[in-house]
């Protein structure tokens, strides 16, 4: 699927998919990434979409604990990558929602 999608419309593609960069309103530089899964994928689980949202964070350790404790369901052990850290919850209808807190990312 990437490759069809940067073959086809042009998107510079990797093996995550694709990111669009762009700048928001003070001008600090933001991205927005695409990233489709296989179809046979289980990284969604337990929700039952065929899609996640990712959402850029600051301090994911603390904001987990944070949810914990509002009775937000967490989902598995937040992991640590050279490029950030991931932990992920659901919302209230079973959603599975990735948060990420980027190596990069600066809040302003």
Known sequence: MVAWYGKHLGLKTDDHGSTFWWKDSKGNDCSTQWSPFAEDTTYFEPS?????????????????????????????????????????????????????????????
């Open 48 to 108: 039952e979409k065929q899609f996640m949202q990712n959402f850029r964070v600051h301090n994911l350790e603390n904001l987990l604990l944070e949810l914990q404790a509002e009775g937000v369901t967490i989902v598995g052990e937040m992991e640590s990558y050279d490029y950030g850290k991931f932990g992920w919850i659901l919302d209230p209808e079973g959603n599975k929602i990735e948060l990420w807190e980027p190596i990069d990312y600066i809040f302003k």
